[in-house]
């Protein structure tokens, strides 16, 4: 029989291996969050919701805010279905499959930065190698980055090349988690390929699905480094995301209080997503639950 003692250190020794990341996450992760949510209520040393106030009258904050919630209402789901369909068409056991999913991958290997100056030479107008396919097929130029009705989707382009075989990973690794036999059994009672994807695929994987869902709305609700390298928010603000309005605040006009207003709203729009994923995952939890 172990003595007190020993049992007692034994249960402490878990505790001490994570203390090291977690007092990390406290320094990197929960005070920087923790003060900027005190610095949005402080001005010139006193508390205040005066910034709230000065930044809810600005109309480029409501701007930056509709182009924020407009590019990832494209943007989200397009990813995570494109992922999904990658997903399934590498989910195979034919000869080189391999080598596509290593293709797949390979954008996730390069920064986001070296993707952006690619894609930025890409696009260009005048030298840029889609203009020169487009003229193949007889398709007059395009602006792209530098078109107020082309700009914003380009970075959507740009952000969904870079990030989609990341999600594809995560799902792939959901698919191979379903037993083979249960699409034995589904072949066997007649479903085709669309009844086996939407009735037994997506259901079996729902919680990767929801897990892609929500660290995909985290990255791109804060994505800005196309914004702060090419297009700068314009042309006339079609690209000034909220990300990147906080950015300027604080860097380029030194308004550290209204910039930390805006990754507040920023993390409350995270965090209403995200419960309400979580939410509707729960849901149906105990609809199928009670079902049975």
């Not at 090291?20 to 949005?40: C, D, N, Q, R």
């Not at 034995?184 to 897990?211: H, Y």
Request: with cysteine; charged share 10%.
């Amino acid at each position: 029989m172990i003595p007190v003692a020993t049992r007692k250190k034994m249960n402490l020794f878990p505790y001490l291996l994570i203390f090291p990341a977690f007092v990390l996450i406290l320094l990197f992760k929960a005070y920087p969050i923790l003060s900027t949510l005190i610095e949005g209520f402080r001005n010139r040393g006193s508390w205040t919701f005066s910034v709230y106030q000065r930044v809810f009258v600005d109309p480029s904050f409501w701007n930056a805010l509709w182009i924020t919630i407009k590019i990832n209402l494209v943007m989200i789901p397009f990813q995570v279905f494109l992922a999904f369909f990658m997903a399934l068409l590498v989910n195979v056991m034919v000869r080189g499959v391999g080598v596509f999913r290593t293709i797949y991958y390979l954008p996730v290997t390069i920064s986001l930065t070296v993707a952006t100056i690619l894609w930025n030479m890409m696009f260009n107008p005048n030298s840029g190698i889609i203009n020169s396919l487009l003229g193949l097929v007889h398709i007059p130029p395009q602006g792209f980055l530098i078109s107020t009705s082309q700009a914003l989707w380009s970075i959507v382009v740009i952000a969904s090349w870079k990030g989609i075989g990341y999600w594809m990973m995560f799902l792939l690794a959901g698919l191979k988690n379903i037993d083979s036999a249960i699409y034995e059994s589904a072949r066997i009672d007649g479903a085709n390929w669309l009844v086996t994807v939407t009735r037994i695929t997506v259901p079996m994987i729902k919680k990767v699905v929801l897990f892609v869902l929500v660290a995909n709305t985290t990255a791109n609700v804060l994505l800005f480094v196309p914004m702060q390298m090419i297009t700068m928010g314009g042309p006339e603000g079609s690209t000034n995301v909220l990300m990147y309005e906080a950015y300027k605040s604080a860097f380029r006009f030194a308004d550290r209080p209204r910039s930390a207003v805006m990754v507040t709203v920023l993390l409350l729009i995270i965090v209403i997503v995200c419960v309400v994923q979580f939410r509707l995952l729960n849901e149906k939890d105990d609809r199928a639950l009670g079902g049975n």
